[in-house]
Antibody, heavy 120, light 110 residues
Framework: EVQLVESGGGLVQPGGSLRLSCAAS????????MNWVRQAPGKGLEWVSY????????YYADSVKGRFTISRDNAKNSLYLQMNSLRAEDTAVYYC?????????????WGQGTLVTVSS | SYVLTQPPSVSVAPGKTARITCGGN??????VHWYQQKPGQAPVLVIY???DRPSGIPERFSGSNSGNTATLTISRVEAGDEADYYC?????????????FGTGTKVTVL
């Protein structure tokens, strides 16, 4: 069974940093492209970042470019999101999601999410 | 950047058909995926590549995509279908690559 379990969320002050983790199991993690998607309270889904299966190709949403860094450790079956210079508008539930196939494939499995709250 | 527009809400009686639209410039040339999200839960993929259904998704869920509009159709609506629905595409035509989600539609079963 495919499982994605996020951790690392919490309360952080504006300007602070946080590192999210996503532990994957039930599939060959190193073969899949991965993403982070977030959802602010009461709002819609917002894609945050993408990383290829090898980690060699990375994309970011404009809203987080230069502040967030996505990475992965295929030996540990883990995905990460380093978030720096956090702002109130980064407050959201952060989901990791697996990409099915390649090219324009969908996000076929999602974790349950971890809540990040940026507030003083 | 590419924009996907959905109606904020759709109301439907049990047993009837709900149609949720997703508008985007020449969206028919892209692959559209649909997600269902119930309160407090993670999104679930219900339609991918315009009209394919993942295993475990009822045949009542179907999709189409042409021109400037993609449509998710839920036939014989049940109370359990009440949720938020999001369309999504992979935008490879702008100056950078990204996933784009629609604005979301809340489906209410009357």
């Amino acid at each position: 069974e495919v499982q994605l379990v996020e951790s690392g969320g919490g309360l952080v002050q504006p300007g602070g940093s946080l590192r999210l983790s996503c532990a994957a199991s039930g599939f060959t993690f190193s073969s899949y492209e991965m993403n982070w998607v977030r959802q602010a309270p009461g709002k819609g889904l917002e894609w945050v970042s993408y990383i290829s299966s090898s980690g060699s190709t990375i994309y970011y949403a404009d809203s987080v470019k230069g502040r967030f860094t996505i990475s992965r450790d295929n030996a540990k079956n883990s995905l990460y999101l380093q978030m720096n210079s956090l702002r109130a508008e980064d407050t959201a539930v952060y989901y990791c999601a697996r990409r099915y196939g390649s090219g324009s494939g969908p996000l076929d499995y999602w974790g349950q999410g971890t809540l990040v709250t940026v507030s003083s | 950047s590419y924009v996907l527009t959905q109606p904020p809400s759709v109301s439907v009686a049990p047993g009837k058909t709900a149609r949720i639209t997703c508008g985007g410039n020449n969206i028919g040339s892209k692959s559209v995926h649909w997600y269902q999200q119930k309160p407090g839960q993670a999104p679930v993929l219900v339609i991918y590549y315009d009209s394919d259904r993942p295993s475990g998704i009822p045949e009542r869920f179907s999709g189409s995509n042409s021109g400037n509009t993609a449509t998710l159709t839920i036939s014989r609506v049940e109370a359990g279908d009440e949720a938020d629905y999001y369309c999504q595409v992979w935008d490879s035509n702008s100056d950078h690559l990204s996933y784009v989600f629609g604005t979301g539609t809340k489906v209410t079963v009357l």
